[in-house]
């Protein structure tokens, strides 16, 4: 019996030693349908959970730059309209200042003419008043003159006129001669 039993020992399956880079066909298959099994639990389950939220986040960050694109478009058409109002207030604060520019101007011009009317109706009523007095003074002259020469004609002829219009036809002649004498200067 002690010889079978090392005729058998000699086939034992640990005798012969494993090949080291390829396990036993027994553990391959062992371990190929664990593997199978999770690989098809992970292919039915996991997957399209992990594909899901993928996708969820893939729109959440499309989404979002369409957001950001939209808001920067937005800002920028905002800025245009700034830009363009802006753009319009300056010019329409330009021209208000020309318009009061010349409606200043406009102003002063006609202060400057009012001015000039006024003066130039002062300085005539002024030669009006002046041309009275003068005519006045003149008149007052000529009387007082007249009176005087009278009075000196009556001491030289030594009688007295009394006579009005004789008195007025000597004043006169008297003050002929001087108006005479006067332009003859001049």
């Not at 012969?16 to 349908?33: F, G, K, N, Q």
């Not at 939209?70 to 604060?93: D, I, P, V």
């Not at 208000?96 to 011009?109: F, L, M, T, W």
Request: aromatic share 6%; hydrophobic share 40%; proline share 4%.
């Amino acid at each position: 019996m002690t010889n079978t039993f090392f005729l058998a020992a000699e086939h034992l399956p640990l005798e012969t030693a494993p090949h080291p880079l390829l396990p036993p066909l027994y553990d391959v298959v062992w371990s190929l349908v664990p593997f199978l099994i999770i690989l098809f639990v992970f292919w039915k389950l996991v997957l399209p959970k992990f594909q899901e939220v993928l996708h969820q986040r893939e729109d959440q960050i499309e989404g979002g730059i369409q957001r950001a694109e939209a808001a920067q478009a937005e800002a920028k058409a905002a800025l245009e309209k700034y830009n363009s109002q802006l753009a319009e207030a300056r010019t329409e604060a330009a021209q208000i200042r020309d318009d009061a520019r010349s409606q200043g101007q406009r102003i002063i011009a006609d202060m400057k003419a009012q001015a000039t009317d006024e003066s130039n109706r002062i300085v005539e009523s002024g030669n009006k008043q002046l041309e009275a007095q003068r005519a006045a003074v003149v008149s007052d002259l000529r009387k007082d003159m007249g009176e005087n020469s009278i009075s000196l004609a009556e001491r030289l002829l030594g009688e007295q006129l009394s006579d009005d219009v004789k008195r007025s036809g000597t004043i006169d002649s008297f003050l002929a001669d001087l108006d005479r004498v006067g332009s003859a200067r001049k």
